[in-house]
């Protein structure tokens, strides 16, 4: 007899907290995306979420840069929200993981160490009285080493 599978929406149905979150998604999507929607194209990509508290937005962006930015066009913001009930926005920043969008590819790239820096580890993983704490320093100049031979 073959079993019978149900979609993971209809399992997480049963979940209380679950049941919330999957209720709650499109209407935060949508006001994502008409916080997108008012703000300039070059800003579209730096607002990462949008999600509603009441008749509060909250609107996260990658760097206080482009928060700083966002907050000029506040009114723009709010006109397109009232049709939600929102009558006030928040600003956070919440930097993106690294390999969450491509652009941040780069961001994977790990930085080398210099030389200075490799001896300074190698100094300081003699000096140290705790045998791991000696042998992470350790690893981690000779791997940064290693790097700087091959480059």
Do not use: K
């Not at 929607?37 to 509060?56: I, V």
């Not at 590819?105 to 300074?120: K, N, Q």
């Amino acid at each position: 007899m073959r079993a019978r599978f149900s979609h993971i929406r209809d399992l997480l149905q049963g979940h209380r907290l679950a049941r919330g979150l999957l209720e709650q998604d499109p209407t935060e999507e949508d006001i994502a995306g008409r916080v997108r929607a008012a703000l300039p194209q070059t800003l579209r990509p730096h607002c990462l979420e949008a999600t509603r508290s009441g008749s509060t937005a909250t609107v996260f962006l990658d760097s206080s840069a482009w928060l700083t930015r966002a907050r000029f066009l506040s009114d723009r913001i709010l006109a397109a929200l009232r049709e939600h009930g929102i009558d006030e926005i928040r600003y956070r920043i919440r930097p993106p993981m690294i390999g969450s969008t491509p652009e941040s590819a780069d961001a994977r790239v790990t930085r080398r160490l210099s030389d200075a820096v490799v001896a300074h580890l190698y100094e300081a993983a003699g000096h140290q009285t705790d045998d791991g704490l000696s042998e992470a320093f350790r690893r981690l100049a000779q791997r940064h080493a290693e790097r700087n031979t091959q480059t």
